[in-house]
């Protein structure tokens, strides 16, 4: 995978397949202390320690339909080949933590991606959890939950077009908001005007 | 801040958008299914999904049902999407690229032509 996000994406789905009612995804650069920190948080059915052990083998899967299970075993690597690495956490019957971090200036980290792609995909194709999304960068948050606009909706299909287009909009500028102003180069620049 | 949308024009959107549905009977609610297993995901399925969700914006396309599915055990002919028309037989169409995406959308999902070869015969 190209992106952060596909990733993100992608243990989402892990959520998704294990019955969560509430995913929280949260994203944060924290670029002061170059790190580059991911989460996932679900309340799905959970796994065993011996399952948490063997998720990461490529060669486990709880799928029927092929015999190897490469999402969590590339993110894994990912993140060690970053100065980082992999943490999950699961109780049976109360849900999964996947909590994965990178050095967030390493050359062989890959970029974060189109995450407002990410969510928009996860919500509009399973609206019947509660999602939270939460990205910050340098301390400004941007933060999505589903379950107010679910209820304002009142029965009305996310894909409905103006619906959709509001989503869409809203979590486009709300990520885009978030890398605004946040990179260190802006704030270098704004010193040596002063200067 | 600039562009904070509130809940009050969400439900203004909802409110229009009923009205649209009580001039336009559906005729046979279309559902669109992407594959997000990890193989639809690194093949693409993203791309195919902001592909429909696109389309239904830019075509205004109303009564469509977009979901998922996980992997399907077809991994070499990712991505994958399946569209359902009312009570027809459920169509699987296989390496569908965004531009593929948006021709099932045009062709099959609002003209009822099967956009054939890109078929996985299931």
Known sequence: ???????????????????????????????????????????????????????????????????????????????????????????????????????????????????????????????????????????????????????????VSLTEPSILTYLRELIEAGVADVLLDASPEKSNSTKSVRR | MASIKSLEDLKRLREEALEKRKVKSASGQAQVIVAMGTCGIAAGARDAMKAILDTIESESLTGIVVTQTGCIGLCEREPIVQVVIGDQPKITYGKVTPEVARRIMNEHVVKGNIVQDHVIPV
């Open chain 1, 1 to 155: 995978m190209r992106e952060l996000a596909l990733h993100l994406l992608d243990i989402a789905e892990n959520s998704v397949a294990a019955n969560a009612q509430n995913i929280t995804i949260s994203v944060n650069e924290d670029i002061q202390a170059d790190r580059l920190q991911m989460s996932v948080i679900d309340d799905g059915r959970g796994m065993d320690e011996a399952t948490v052990a063997r998720v990461i083998d490529p060669f486990f899967t709880s799928r029927t339909t092929r015999k190897v299970g490469l999402g969590l075993p590339f993110l894994k690597q990912a993140a060690e080949s970053c100065n980082g690495d992999m943490q999950i956490h699961s109780t049976p019957g109360k849900g999964t933590q996947v909590k994965v971090e990178f050095q967030r200036s390493n050359i062989d980290r890959m970029p974060l991606g189109d995450l407002a792609s990410t969510f928009l995909s996860l919500l509009i194709a399973n609206p019947e959890i509660n999602w939270d999304f939460n990205y910050v960068v340098a301390g400004r948050e941007f933060k999505f939950e589903s379950s107010p606009v679910i209820q304002a909706l009142a029965g």
